[in-house]
């Protein structure tokens, strides 16, 4: 199906052919409240395209893949923008995602701004080992495994703004969570989500699957992010999951000093 004309006076489109279902776009008021019903929309297609092999990936869920590192804070500078990225992420290879920033450190000076993703075979979007980087208003399309993702619990103060994330499919070729997938799968929770939506996962729109500690290459006793605080999360919309639109677990308990975690006393409950 495609779209045939836009009117853009009345508001109209013009399909190529009938949808089978009905869809209801409105916005209905209650009282001070609304609730919106209107369906997500992105736009996957864009003038420069970053493809795997046309014949080949799908068969063997073999894309293409980008990935940015070097050690040293801001040693790699890389800024991702309005690119399309199709037939993208290896199965069954961890980190061959479409666009991957890993094991940097501070990335103050990169970013990834108005990208579409879509059909890709392991994950969308991954932030690992790196902190201050900004994912901005990009589109997730037919995503296996968590979509944007982070990965060792050990990234912190990035930012994820206007994003949207549509059907993000299980997966048995990853981590053994990606078989319950989550659009959004925050490991730690000191970073910053506003105005993201998350439609139509197979299990969850944003997962804080928090940690112990850091995992992987990142492990380290002195961070805990169970107990870390809540950067931001406001604004964020998910509806049409296969289960939960936001899970919690296994902790989120916000604390001063996150690795002396949670003392109770008797004399002071406050």
């Known amino acids: ?77 890389g800024r991702i923008e309005y690119v399309e990225f199709y037939n993208a992420g290896q199965a069954f290879k961890l980190g061959r995602y479409p666009i991957h920033f890993h094991m940097i450190g501070n990335i103050h000076k990169s970013q990834v701004i108005g990208n579409a993703v879509h059909q890709t075979y392991n994950r969308a979007f991954t932030v690992h080992g790196v902190h201050y980087y900004q994912v901005k208003d990009n589109v997730a399309f037919n995503t296996m495994g968590h979509t944007y993702f982070i990965e060792d619990a050990i990234e912190t103060n990035n930012l994820f703004d206007n994003n949207l994330a549509i059907l993000t499919k299980r997966s048995w070729s990853l981590l053994n969570t990606d078989q319950t997938p989550a659009s959004f799968w925050i490991t730690n929770p000191n970073n910053i989500f506003r105005n993201n939506h998350a439609a139509g996962s197979d299990r969850y729109g944003f997962w804080f699957d928090t940690q112990i500690h850091p995992l992987g290459p990142s492990f380290t006793t002195s961070i805990c992010p169970e107990y870390e605080k809540l950067g931001e999360f406001i604004d964020n919309v998910t509806h049409s999951n296969g289960r939960y639109g936001l899970r919690i677990f296994h902790k989120l308990i916000p604390v001063t000093y996150p690795c002396m975690g949670v003392v109770y006393d008797a004399d002071n409950e406050q």
């Open 1 to 77: 199906m495609e779209i045939a004309a836009v009117d853009d006076t009345m508001q109209i489109l013009t399909l190529t052919e009938p949808l089978q279902f009905k869809h209801y776009s409105d916005a209905p008021q209650f009282g001070d409240d609304s609730i919106e019903m209107r369906a997500e929309v992105g736009l996957l297609t864009r003038n420069v395209k970053y493809q795997g092999d046309p014949e080949t990936s799908a068969v063997n869920k073999y894309g293409a893949h980008i990935m940015l590192h070097s050690i040293g804070d801001d040693s790699v500078i």
